[in-house]
């Protein structure tokens, strides 16, 4: 096999961690000699042993005289865990393939620059954008503290999120709703407004076949309005924060709070999305799923405070001119002052079509 069958082998492994190593990326390694795999691993949670020490420990003495090939550049400190370069140089592996340089300032080059010390060779690059593309939310939280945040929105062939009577049960196909579903097992928070609290009562849980993790429910709700019988404050189903504020009724937090649900008065009358977003970096949120509604989008939109849209678009026409689109707000007087963004991809899924958008970088 060549190196990026290899590291392919890596890749994968990683790639089956979604969702369960935050805030750590996700990492895969495979010790190799004459052709022959040795070792294999992955980092499985956080606190946990790095993906480079499960391969090592297979490989045992074996591991001596070998090539690793690994999807993130061996650490170099002691975090929870102690420095895999350290372990690579006692192991005798004679070359290490990375595919991508770890940014966290903690190791940044220091690893590979240990390595190259203690005279093993080291090649980088191979199969670099694909171990990028999956920590991207590792990356971007390193290094601004705050989430990398995930617009989510599904609409109707002419952009409706709802029929102008506000019903909009079901505008995408099961298969839509539940890579929706997957999206929420992959993210550490998801958010909302209260007015889709109002209307569609949702419980921002996910419900896969095989279960999964549900990620931390946050609400944007400035004067507290969200009702406590509502399904996300009585199904105590996972940790929810309310922020709001700061002139909201101070008495009515208690209620909230016996139902587990941290209420946080922000520091202004009305909620600035980038200390949202702070506030949420400081609880080492990582990723944050928004699921709208349509004026918490451009909220977001309007603040540049999101790193990419994801769009389920149904083949159907809702029409009506009172009937919400997914994206609200003021809006722009001139096309020339639409928010750029550029395709990264398009994928049918059931019947609709799942397009992703970054914001174009200037
Ligand atoms: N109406 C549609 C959506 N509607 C999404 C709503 O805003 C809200 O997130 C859901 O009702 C969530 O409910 P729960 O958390 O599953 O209980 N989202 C979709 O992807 N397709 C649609 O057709
Ligand atoms: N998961 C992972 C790495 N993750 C790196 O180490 C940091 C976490 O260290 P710790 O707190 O000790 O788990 C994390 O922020 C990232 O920079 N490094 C690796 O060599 N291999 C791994 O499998
Ligand atoms: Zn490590």
Known sequence: ?????????????????????????????????????????????????HAEVY??????????????YVTLEPCSHYGKTPPCSDLLIKSGIKRVIV??????????????????????????????AEAYAMNEPFFH?????TPFVTIKAAAS????????????????????????????????????????????????????????????RVVLDTYLRTPLESNMIQDRAVKTIIFTGNEIDIEKVASFREFD??????????????????????????????????EIHSSFIDNDAYQQIILYVAPKIIGGKTAIPFIGGQGIEIVEDAKKLKFESVQTIGCDLKIIAKPLEE
């Open 157 to 216: 062939f002419d952009g409706k999120t709802a029929a102008k009577t506000g019903d909009s049960k079901w505008i995408t196909s099961p298969e839509s709703r539940l890579d929706v579903h997957q999206l929420r097992h992959e993210h550490d928070a998801i958010l909302t407004g209260v007015n889709t609290i109002i209307h569609d009562n949702p419980h921002l849980t996910t419900r896969l076949p095989r279960g999964g993790r549900n990620p931390i």
């Open 261 to 294: 649900v941290e209420v946080i008065p922000l520091s202004q009358p009305t909620i600035l999305i980038q200390e949202v977003l702070q506030e949420l970096g400081k609880r080492n949120i990582m990723s944050l799923l928004v699921e709208g509604g349509s």
């Open 55 to 68: 391969a090592i420990n297979a490989a045992g003495e074996q591991a001596r005289g070998a090539d690793l």
């Open 99 to 128: 595919a991508g340089l770890d940014p966290n300032p903690l190791v940044a080059g220091q690893g590979i620059a240990k390595l190259k010390e203690a005279g093993i060779e080291v090649e980088i690059g191979i199969g670099k």
């Open 141 to 145: 939280f390193i290094k601004t503290k």
């Open 1 to 49: 096999m060549h190196d990026i069958e290899y590291m392919d082998l890596a890749l994968k492994m990683a790639q089956a961690t979604r969702g369960q190593t935050s805030p750590n990326p996700k990492v895969g390694a495979v010790v190799i000699k004459n052709g022959e795999v040795l070792g294999l691993g992955a980092h499985l949670r956080a606190g946990t042993p």
